[in-house]
């Protein structure tokens, strides 16, 4: 198995990718600690998962939601109880587009 060996300019276009400004300092420590992350990849490529089934998760697949059960709404008094500001019948809110 071959060193993966990522280059300062690899380094460079990476971090132009994600924005990121580098100083040289940072160019040579991700340059190490990205191609120690890379060989390891290439370890786990030579494990053999034939026998192992395709999931998309390793956890059991539940829902923890409540069931969806139709109930009665809150009253418009009870819905606006706690407004900062209303008309009594619907929340007032200050405009946030021009005419």
Known sequence: ???AT???DDVR???DLARLELS???V????RQLSDILDYF??????DTSHIDPTSSVLPLTNVMRADEARPALSVEDALANAPDSDGKQFRV???LDS
Do not use: F, G, P
Not at 28 to 31: L, N
């Open 1 to 3: 198995m071959a060193k």
């Open 6 to 8: 990522l280059t300062a």
């Open 13 to 15: 276009a990476i971090a």
């Open 24 to 26: 040289e300092d940072d």
């Open 28 to 31: 040579a420590r991700y340059q």
């Open 42 to 47: 290439q370890k786990l490529e030579e494990l």
């Open 94 to 96: 200050r405009a946030v």
